[in-house]
């Protein structure tokens, strides 16, 4: 096998993914949660017609949790009964987990941001994750870091030649 190693652009079942999430937040806690969606939608997410940078998680006064923001794109072969692609969609958690997400959100400056859409035995599963903003400081000392540890494996790779 040759030295150099392929980066993977998505992992397998992965249909999408906010990389810019990881960027402008620093990430607290990963949650996974379902996602209520209409056949139409199914279907269009499958064919990965779904944009999720934009989008954030809402926790109502009922306690309940829905994805605001995200664009589902209408389904190709759909008909009058095509989904509007810029709904609300209702995420499916146990009681305990949005009551403590409830209550970490109240906290200054956390927000909740989808990470991630995928399929789970043929489920249409959500990562979020409990975030914290990243000032302009922590942005820079992210790229940094980023380019210091690129530079080193570069060398690494370079001296074991």
């Known amino acids: 096998m040759s030295g150099k190693s392929k980066k993977k652009k998505n992992e397998p079942g992965v249909l999408a993914s906010n990389r810019k999430a990881h960027h402008d937040f620093t990430i607290l ?13 199914v279907k269009s997410v499958k064919q ?5 940078q934009e989008g954030y ?22 008909n009058v009964f095509n989904h509007n692609q810029t709904r609300e969609r209702k995420l499916l958690l146990h009681r305990k987990e949005i009551v403590r997400l ?3 959100i ?12 995928y399929l789970m035995r ?25 380019e210091a540890d690129r530079d080193s494996q570069r060398a690494m790779r370079n001296h074991n030649r």
């Not at 806690?29 to 939608?41: D, P, Q, R, S, W």
């Not at 990965?48 to 999720?52: D, E, K, R």
């Not at 809402?58 to 794109?73: F, K």
């Not at 109240?106 to 991630?116: A, S, W, Y």
């Open 29 to 41: 806690e990963k949650i996974e949660a379902g996602l209520m969606l209409t056949g139409t939608e």
């Open 48 to 52: 990965g017609h779904v944009s999720i």
């Open 57 to 78: 998680v809402h926790i109502d006064d009922h306690m309940e949790v829905w994805l605001v923001g995200c664009t589902i794109q209408p389904y190709d072969h759909g």
């Open 102 to 104: 409830y209550g970490k």
């Open 106 to 117: 109240r906290e200054k400056g956390l927000t909740i941001v989808p990470l991630k859409i």
């Open 122 to 146: 043929g489920k249409i599963k959500i990562k979020i994750g409990l975030a914290k903003g990243k000032n302009v400081v922590d942005k820079r000392d992210t790229l940094k870091k980023r």
